[in-house]
């Protein structure tokens, strides 16, 4: 995309200053000091950080650059597991808890750090038992339970590496992230639950794995009565596998360099990409920003709202928490079943002190008005943060006041899954400015740039771009290297690019205006275009088809799209409802698109190319730009 027009953005002039507590209170206590700290040496700021973690060998080199291929702490052995668990039960952290699980019909489950650990040593015990080896892939298709939780981390603690799956996907979506990856044991659960009935998963694998022959076993948990029946030799037992399991399992050595996890995103063409995480740059990111700008304490309760099947649950719900020695809650429970208010309940009830969601979930709090959290005690909450989206200036004033009652800190937190970490935000202490994201936290260079990668001026739209390596960037992408390059080849310099439209103000805080690709950000899921159009033209009745994501005042955009029937067919309402249920079959609820136009042509570039970008112009009533490339 190019930008043909530069419009200065007038800042919101609203600044909410912090209480100078929260300041003297968090780890960071002056920004600009550790910036420049960070500046000046960067392989010693990194150096201090993993300093704090456990090593079973020394790393020879902090980083390794050479463009755009980097490696972290090269020659260290680790094992992220032993930095979760062993780390804390051989201190007082031993009988914390470290998870607290609520699911609904008043259901509960505590898991201490020692509990933790117990399971973890048997379910990765049983792995090996079924032949799985270090840098095998094991692919998690279960609910946010705990056994999701002991999943990853018994994966991680034989050196097998973790492809988390999000269990609202349907079929042919899980059977790409299967064979993507090259599975050889799928794990998940007879069902999982929402708003107070049963959504059957397994018949959900059975068809993914129609055609996924590196798969070898199914591990089920079976929690509905009576249990399914299973097949023979194929399809094993959660709960009996575990039990006859040894109780310890020993924690395999990793390379730092070594893949933890293969986390798949949706693409902008063809399959989805799978981003792969490095075992030790991954722990140190992880821990570093947990840590210092969510400001995880030993006393806290921290929820985060996302499913681990997506990057922010991995960091931020499981393995930083857990590298920090925090207390999790987790729950099933969707924000508005069985009424509005029960998210605020469960604040209330476990004393949740740092409550991280996605900016949709706030509109949707906003919508349902301010009565339903004034009727609960929201007083432990120390600190608010959003992820998944840019936070509009509406919702953080309510979020600001409503939620934190106009005094918890609010981090609105910019990062990808490529980057694996908070890249931009404003920490806990500085001022906050209701639209902007923030700053680049210390250990992070990035600026606002022309289409070349110069910088543009202050309050002109731009691309953001990373300047620099940091320890938790993705290896690279799974069987796609060439992939992998494209994402550091911005402007005559090579950036990191981000894809993301931005401007700065003059404090040098940034506000996102959107994606620059062809990426639909649906209530803080990404969505690819190609994976939408793919599954409709595999009905019979469409010949093309174009997906766009269009503003929406609740989920931040929906999907739509724009079909071109094949020659003879009829455009119907009932068509219109036979493909989007096509889709949802395909893909899941979250790819289903929310309208549906037919036309008799799309626009396009000479070569081919759909021009979304003009599609999308028309539908706001905006300008096109530059369509020069368009085919007449």
Request: aromatic share 12%; glycine share 8%; proline share 7%.
């Amino acid at each position: 995309m190019i930008i043909t027009e530069e419009k200065p953005y007038k800042p919101d002039p609203i600044v909410h200053y912090p209480d100078p507590s929260f300041k003297e209170s968090a780890l960071i206590h002056d920004y600009n000091e550790l910036y420049h700290e960070f500046e000046k040496d960067p392989d010693a700021f990194w150096r201090r950080i993993a300093s704090d973690l456990l090593w079973f060998k020394q790393w020879d080199n902090i980083k390794v650059w050479n463009h755009p291929y980097a490696q972290w702490f090269t020659g260290a052995d680790l094992n992220i597991t032993y930095n979760c668990l062993e780390r804390h039960i051989n201190n007082d952290r031993r009988n914390k808890v470290a998870i607290f699980w609520a699911g609904e019909n008043g259901k509960e489950r505590i898991l201490t750090y020692y509990q933790l650990y117990k399971d973890v040593m048997r379910l990765g015990n049983a792995l090996k038992s079924l032949g799985v080896k270090k840098g095998d892939r094991v692919c998690i298709y279960l609910p946010g339970i705990p056994e999701l939780v002991v999943s990853m981390l018994a994966c991680a603690r034989i050196g097998a590496v973790h492809t988390v799956v999000f269990a609202g996907y349907g079929s042919k979506a899980l059977n790409e992230r299967i064979t993507g990856a090259g599975a050889k044991i799928v794990i998940t659960a007879d069902a999982s639950v929402r708003r107070g009935g049963s959504i059957p998963l397994k018949p959900v694998v059975e068809e993914a794995l129609i055609h996924a022959p590196t798969v070898e076993r199914v591990i089920i948990l079976r929690t509905q009565v009576p249990k399914v029946s299973l097949l023979d030799e194929f399809e094993l037992d959660y709960e009996e596998l575990i039990a006859r399991a040894d109780r310890y399992c020993e924690p395999t050595h990793i390379d730092s360099e070594d893949p933890l996890f293969i986390l798949y995103t949706s693409g902008t063409t063809g399959p989805p990409k799978g981003i792969v995480h490095a075992a030790g740059g991954y722990m140190v990111g992880a821990y570093y920003t947990t840590k210092y700008v969510l400001t995880l304490r030993e006393n806290d309760v921290y929820w985060c709202t996302a499913d681990p099947g997506w990057i922010t649950g991995h960091t931020y719900g499981i393995y930083g928490p857990l590298l920090v020695g925090g207390t999790i809650f987790l729950s099933e429970y969707t924000p508005d079943y069985p009424d509005p208010g029960i998210w605020w309940k469960l604040i209330e009830d476990y004393g949740i002190t740092i409550f991280y969601t996605a900016p949709t979930a706030i509109r949707m709090f906003m919508r349902m008005g301010e009565e339903w959290p004034d009727k609960y005690d929201l007083s432990t909450l120390r600190l608010l943060g959003s992820v998944g989206e840019p936070l509009n200036p509406e919702a953080f004033e309510w979020f600001y006041k409503y939620i934190g009652k106009d005094k918890c800190p609010i981090l609105d937190t910019w990062w990808q899954t490529e980057t694996g970490m908070h890249m931009i935000t404003t920490m806990v202490g500085l001022p906050m400015k209701p639209g902007y994201a923030g700053k680049p936290i210390p250990g992070v260079i990035a600026t606002v740039v022309d289409d070349e990668g110069d910088p543009v001026p202050t309050g002109t739209t731009g691309y953001l771009a990373i300047k620099e390596p940091w320890p938790s960037m993705m290896k690279t992408v799974y069987q796609n290297d060439e992939r992998y390059r494209h994402y550091w080849n911005f402007g005559k310099y090579g950036y990191y690019s981000t894809n993301d439209l931005a401007v700065m103000d003059e404090d040098g805080y940034i506000m996102f205006l959107g994606r620059s690709d062809d990426i639909i950000i649906v209530a803080g899921h990404n969505v690819g275009t190609a994976e939408i159009e793919s599954a409709l033209v595999s009905h019979s009745a469409v010949a093309e088809a174009a997906a766009i994501g269009k503003p929406d005042p609740l989920k931040g955009n929906i999907i739509k799209v724009f079909v071109i029937l094949r020659n003879g067919v009829i455009p119907t309402q009932k068509l219109v409802h036979d493909l989007k249920y096509h889709v949802r079959i395909i893909l899941g609820p979250i790819s289903v698109p929310a309208e549906l136009d037919f036309v008799d042509s799309l626009p396009k570039t000479r070569s081919g190319k759909i021009m979304r970008r003009v599609l999308k112009a028309k539908e706001m009533g905006l300008d096109p730009g530059d369509i020069s490339t368009l085919d007449e």
